[in-house]
């Protein structure tokens, strides 16, 4: 097994994760490797079917047949410092590793949340099941962690059912469960989409200084570029389950390297500039086209058919070029851009 630098929580090594329905493979991830670094976020962004959410169930080790991690190293750094490769670990060990170590939050909160019991029940079952303290222990800690997650009156939410409680509530009453075993890492699989833009702002605040009181590391999944540059040090673009630029956020968002980042950075609302002279909503510049299918690409580059800067050159498929120092693009005209 490799070596992993002390910095280092998580690194995804060529991971390659592919689907087998019968004859034909949707090949999700291709060949994707990033690091994570201690109290650090990074961000895997796309489109969707671009094959972020794999790469977040690879992680887990949630991945339902027929999904297989084929090729490739999940190195993690488990909280007494022994490294452990996560791509080959068993189900029972890989138990051990979820919750207490790497913690999932959804978009959907109810993914995690169960509405027959109370939220003060549910993190109480969570601390329990990772700690031996009393109920009563339990309980205070559980109280802790909705005042950790700002959540009001604390003490009376703990015995209110997940419907009891508004949207951005029930977001962060998940993020408080995710937290209560003190994981090191937290996957975020786009923990604030279906949120309005002000709970959206919130949530990203409250990550960021969770991040800042408990040193966690998070791994963010969005197709939102426009919340990234809040949240995250490195930002890795999956298109068609490939990376196609990776690099620095304050990096991405001065200049892009590949024109599908370019794209992405063009959809994002802007409150100033997207209203007509009357408030009425303009429409953004949503790239063209779809994510093909991962079981039939285009032949050479995947973007090609959707790239306003395609040339003859990109029938060939271009691998990913150090465009400049800590900045990978795969793009032929990576210089043009
Ligand atoms: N259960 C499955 N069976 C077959 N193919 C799958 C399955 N799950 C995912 N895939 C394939 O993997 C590709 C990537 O999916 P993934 O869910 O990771 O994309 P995503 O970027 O997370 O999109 P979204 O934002 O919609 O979740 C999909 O386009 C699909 O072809």
Known sequence: ??????????????????????????????????????GETVAVVGESGSGKSVTSLSIMRLLAPPGRIVEGEILYRTSDGRILDIATLSQKDMRRIRGREIAMIFQEPMTSLNPLYTVGD??????????????????????????????????RRL???????????????????ALSCNPKLLIADEPTTALDVTIQAQILDLLRRLQAEIGMSILFITHNLGVVADIAHDVVVMYAGRVVEQTSSERLFEHQKHPYSRGLLACIPDASRD????????????????????????????FAPRCPLRIARCEEDPPLLVA????????????DL
């Open 324 to 335: 400049e120092p800590h900045h990978l693009s795969r793009c032929w005209r990576h210089d």
């Open 275 to 302: 209203r007509g002279p009357s408030g009425e909503r303009l429409r953004l510049n949503p790239i063209p086209g779809n994510v093909p299918s991962v079981m039939a690409l285009p032949k050479g580059c995947s």
């Open 122 to 155: 549910q993190i109480i079952e969570m601390i329990r099941l990772h700690e031996p303290l009393s109920k009563l222990e339990a309980r205070k800690r559980a109280r802790q962690m909705l005042e950790l997650v700002e959540i009001p009156a604390a003490e």
């Open 1 to 38: 097994m490799s070596e992993l630098p002390a910095d280092i929580v998580l690194r995804v090594d060529r991971l390659r994760t592919h689907f087998e329905l019968g004859s034909r493979v949707a090949k999700s991830v291709d060949d994707v490797s990033f690091d994570v670094r201690r």
């Open 159 to 177: 015995d209110e059912y997940p419907h009891q409680m508004s949207g951005g509530m029930r977001q962060r009453a998940m993020i408080a469960l």
